[in-house]
């Protein structure tokens, strides 16, 4: 088994020198089937895969043994939001199987957030998710919030930053400023990422690999422009080379 590169709980946050390393494959299928077949097919083009509920639930945790037997590294995108003492036991339990990323829900408010943070000391890197990238304005306010995505997003990163969360959930839009806000040892992960051209999907803040790179992104995560495309390696390779180049330009 190769090793594999995981930010430490603990450590300051170094940016992955390769652009390969800094894109996150969203693995959302029904069965570990189909998700180890877009694997294999990808052939090492990146080193990230995310498993979400949909996968977790329909395989457990042996997916995310046999996404690390094959090298890779997992972001277990659970997005726990509970009372305290369920999460932190919800995270001890997640850090037994040993993905490098974990999300909760900055939503869960700062002492769900704190025993969160206080569960995973030898555990996964913990993210929090601000506002969902399909939620708009509208969205928010039919259930009560009245500020902006972006004041929401601000908000709930500072609580989850004052908690003890080293990283976070943001769309392409937020990302620039959470970065200049929190400076570069926050870990800011970005779905919502399309390519030129391809299709919006359910996702409303969206914006290209290269845009979201060059405004502040640490890693992104990239989900059917990849495994709807004819040549997933190819839509795969694409992408990287847009986060190389605009690296270069960036942070
Ligand atoms: O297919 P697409 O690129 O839209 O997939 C995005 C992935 O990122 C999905 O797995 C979704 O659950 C996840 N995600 C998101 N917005 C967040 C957090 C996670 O779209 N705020």
Redesign the pocket.
Known sequence: MTERPQPSPAAPVALPADARDRLIV?L?FPSAAEAITLVDRLDGACQWF?V??ELYLAAGSSIIKALEDRGHSVFL?L?LHDIPNTVAGAVRSVAAIGPGLL?VHAAGGPVMLKAAADATANGPVLLA??????MDGPQLQSVGVFDSPADQVLRLANVAIASGIRGL???PEEVGRLRAALGPQIILVT????PAGSAA???KRTATPGVAIAAGASYL????????APDPAAATRAIVDEIAAAGKSAI
């Open positions: 969203a959302d995310k979400g509920l995108d997005k999300t998710v601000t506002v969902l990238t399909s959930v943001c769309s779905p919502g990422i399309r999907g359910d996702q995560v990239v989900g059917r422009p990849i495994t709807e």
